[in-house]
């Protein structure tokens, strides 16, 4: 018994130095790419890569366990998961694997949370992860700054302002949102009784309790100035209201108990803002802007145009995959002109889209997530109670964060950091508020109201042993398969984007001599970019058109266009099109296109007559 419980002891040690490793160093790491959502972004292939890795960390050290931890929660996400696969039976089949490698992103998640629900992590090793997520907002601030400040300002110029100082998280309300992750975390770690041992019985480690003390002294009020600091930089309107939640939420919380640590605390954090107020006051080339005036008419008209779509479909939806081209379609037919020349993939509201794309049947899962979401705030509060703290209410408000921007913009497709992060942070907050009690503590407030985990156990011990043994070898053959599925999808990314790179840097000549049908040899994982490839295959096609007059490349991209027009969306596609049928005569074709792209781009100067 005692070797078993030393393997799980160094099974949670490895769990939470790969999260470290990949909080503090990884995710900081940027690699070229030509942006997009989901797998097209190397930082969200790392991100899966980890996941996997950690769901086999887990497989590995729970082979040989009897039981499984599930927890009232677990069963409202496996059953809101359910329902969201079931608008795939009736998606068509153009978004049909589109759809699917959604929804698999969703299921992939569900594995991932499951797996860090079986591995019992104590309250001291959550305040590590805690301070991992603080450290990566304090890297991510470091380099913002010295981009700001350094790296990027003209002659003239105090600080320079743009995309580039953002970092690896190349989306300011996407950096926005793990600052204010990180900003929550330290005041979490701040406020919270630093006497680790006291708190819940738990065995401190000398050397770890020295560090974490520490960084409770010294390395926490920094990141609770440059946090702030940074935000104001980024203006980002869901930055500064995560930002009032956060700071508001946690002063709900612990105002009565701990008001002189709370008001140091708001020191620190009015220090950053106001100096970074005042260096933006102060500096001759300011021209920030918080209301983004242009950006929130775009955003009303999709949230409206998107509303419209549902209430034509309300019940079935539009089909998984699919929104990005009946969107545009949908602006098409009604007579609606786009306010902004970009293809809208997402409404910017995370319901609103699965409603869109999934029918009721989607509303219903949200719904049910809703729910599973108050009762772990309601479980939180009971926990609290019961330990005379306030750790599981700051975590579920660590959780708030995420969720608001979700109304807002699409982080989890986006950045797939975030939407580990997010996993990462219910699971432990699960975990804390279902953790067992004795009986004392129980007889103290309610037995009735105390739900704790579920251990699954049966009858017929050695068939459920052996089932339990095979499934939990499925699952960590699979997250290997998947680790290494990332790791070559992200070689082949880099691949590609450097062939991309080369198409527009060097000369037509050069390029018309590149054989793509090599460059697909050399992609270890085709599969992930095959929509992509196929696209540069085209474009390389006209290249050489170019140099060698060949008029079969001109019929074939008229070939792929069409098909590809007919569920995808892209402004380059239209143009050369029309080109190509203006050259060849095909006027009607040419006024029709021209229609359409009316609508969809009409600030694409491409486009004007």
């Not at 990141?223 to 209201?241: D, E, K």
């Not at 979700?406 to 986006?414: N, T």
Request: a positive charge; glycine letters at 6%.
């Amino acid at each position: 018994m005692q070797s078993k419980n030393m393997f799980r002891i160094k099974a949670s040690q490895i769990l939470i130095f790969f999260i470290l490793l990949y909080l503090a160093l990884i995710m900081h790491i940027r690699f070229p790419s030509q942006g997009g959502s989901g797998l097209l972004l190397p930082s969200n292939q790392i991100a899966w890569a980890v996941m996997a890795i950690l769901v086999l960390v887990v497989c590995i050290s729970r082979y040989s366990s009897s039981h499984l931890y599930i927890s009232p929660l677990s069963y409202a996400l496996c059953a809101a998961t359910l329902l969201m696969g079931i608008p795939l039976l009736y998606t068509p089949e153009h978004w049909l694997m589109s759809g699917f490698t959604q929804w698999l992103g969703v299921a992939a998640g569900l594995v991932f949370y499951f797996s860090i629900l079986q591995i019992k992590l104590s309250v001291l090793y959550q305040r590590v992860v805690l301070l991992g997520l603080s450290a990566a907002a304090l890297i991510q601030t470091i380099v913002g700054i010295v981009y700001l400040f350094i790296i990027l300002p003209q002659p003239g110029e105090w600080f320079h302002y743009g995309t580039e100082a953002i970092g690896v998280l190349a989306q300011r309300n996407i950096a926005a949102t793990c600052l204010n992750i990180g900003l929550g975390a330290s005041l979490l770690l701040w406020l919270e009784p630093t006497d680790t041992k006291k708190l819940h019985n738990q065995t401190v480690f000398p050397k770890v309790s020295a560090i974490l003390s520490l960084g409770w002294r010294v390395y926490i009020p920094v990141v609770m100035t440059a946090v702030p600091f940074m935000l104001i930089f980024l203006q980002s309107r869901i930055g500064v209201i995560n930002g009032i939640v956060i700071v508001g939420g946690f002063g709900l919380l612990y105002w009565r108990s701990y008001s002189r640590r709370y008001l140091r605390a708001l020191i620190w954090i009015f220090t950053g803002v106001t100096t970074a107020n005042l260096v933006i006051w102060l500096s001759p080339a300011a021209s920030l802007d918080l209301l983004h005036e242009n950006s929130t008419s775009y955003r009303v008209q999709m949230l409206s145009e998107t509303l419209n779509m549902i209430f034509t479909h309300p019940l079935k939806g539009w089909g998984l995959g699919s929104f990005s081209y009946e969107y545009a379609h949908f602006l098409i037919r009604t007579g609606v002109t786009s306010l902004e020349s970009v293809v809208i993939n997402h409404p910017h509201n995370e319901i609103l889209f699965g409603w869109a794309e999934g029918g009721i049947v989607m509303l219903i899962a949200y719904g049910i997530l809703a729910f599973a979401g108050w009762k772990l705030w309601q479980q939180s509060v009971l926990s609290d109670r019961i330990h005379a703290s306030f750790h599981c209410r700051g975590l579920w408000l660590l959780l708030l964060p995420l969720l608001l921007h979700s109304l807002v913009e699409y982080p989890f497709y986006l950045s797939a950091a975030l939407w580990m992060v997010f996993l990462l942070l219910l699971a432990l907050c699960d975990q804390a508020s279902y953790c067992r009690t004795d009986e004392k503590q129980i007889n103290e407030v309610n037995p009735q109201e105390v739900n704790s985990f579920h251990k699954i156990e049966h009858a017929d011990y050695t068939i459920s042993l052996w089932l339990l043994r095979l499934g939990t070898l499925a699952v960590g053959v699979i997250a290997g398969l998947t680790a290494l599925f990332m790791t070559t999808a992200l070689q082949s990314g880099l691949l590609l984007t450097m062939f991309e790179n080369v198409q527009i840097t060097q000369p037509p000549q050069e390029v018309a001599r590149i054989n793509i049908d090599k460059v697909a040899q050399a992609l270890l994982n085709p599969w992930v970019f095959r929509e992509r490839l196929e696209f540069d295959r085209q474009v390389n096609n006209l290249i050489k058109f170019n140099t060698t007059k060949k008029t079969h490349l001109l019929f074939d991209y008229l070939e792929w266009s069409s098909k590809y027009l007919e569920y995808g969306i892209d402004p380059n596609v239209y143009k050369s099109r029309m080109l190509i049928l203006s050259a060849i005569g095909e006027q009607s074709e040419v006024a029709r296109l021209s229609t359409e792209v009316h609508f969809l781009y009409p600030k694409d100067k491409r486009f004007s007559p």
